[in-house]
């Protein structure tokens, strides 16, 4: 069975630090993505970052990068130089093979960013 | 880029009531998706469609049914609203044949009295 485990409920770092979150999944197939998204205090959900399971290398949108670990199943989420509005709730999803599926979500992890 | 938009953002019903939530997309999106969030959790699957007149059933699929009337908008009705439903209601899109990261509307947060 799918599922994608978020073990850290919150994190505070102070402000242009960096912040690293985890996240574990399990699936049976061997191809699937990997997605983080980003829910502000306003509750508007927004898409961050992909990794694609057959690609070794870690994907990087400015400052968020991503450190898959495969044999692990285990994409972590790392955000450098961070901002206040980085504070948020940080949520790792995944979907499996193709066709229109859904995504599982993990629970999500706080962020709280200081000045 | 594109858009999602979701009517009503708030909605307050009764016990027992049929409610009717609505979502709209602009991204010429094959799939959309209805989810559910309750407070301080994750999203969790109600249904989705890949294409028009389809449904699939999520994991929170009793007491909704779903309706994709047209490629851009998709419908999700409470059948009998209960009080354990207060939550929010997000309406999503994805492409059928990739990328397949999901775009998420602003959501719909629904209240039982």
């Known amino acids: 069975a799918q599922k994608v485990t978020q073990t850290q409920t919150s994190i505070s770092v102070m402000e242009k630090t960096t912040v690293t979150m985890d996240c574990v999944y399990e699936t049976q197939d061997s191809s699937y993505f990997l997605f983080w998204y980003k829910q502000t205090a306003s509750g508007e959900i927004v898409f961050l970052i992909r990794?694609?399971?057959?690609?070794?290398e870690n994907a990087t949108v400015g400052h968020y990068s991503l450190n898959f670990q495969k044999p692990k199943s285990s994409i972590g989420l790392i955000i450098t130089a961070t901002q206040i509005e980085d504070s948020a709730v940080y949520f790792c999803a995944m979907r499996e093979g193709q066709g229109g599926r859904a995504l599982i979500f993990g629970t999500g992890t706080t962020v709280s960013v200081s000045p | 880029g594109g858009i999602i938009t979701q009517t009503p953002k708030f909605l307050i019903g009764q016990e027992g009531q049929k409610l009717t939530l609505k979502c709209q997309q602009n991204f010429n999106h094959d799939t959309m998706y209805w989810y559910r969030q309750d407070s301080g959790k994750g999203l969790r699957l109600i249904y989705y469609s890949i294409t028009e007149n389809d449904l699939q059933k999520g994991d929170l699929s009793e007491g909704y049914d779903a309706s994709r009337e047209k490629k851009s908008s998709f419908s999700l009705t409470v059948t009998s609203a209960q009080k354990n439903e207060m939550a929010v209601f997000l309406c999503a899109s994805s492409s059928r044949t990739g990328p397949y990261e999901q775009y998420f509307g602003p959501g719909t947060r629904l209240t039982v009295l």
């Open positions: 990794q694609d399971s057959y690609k070794k």
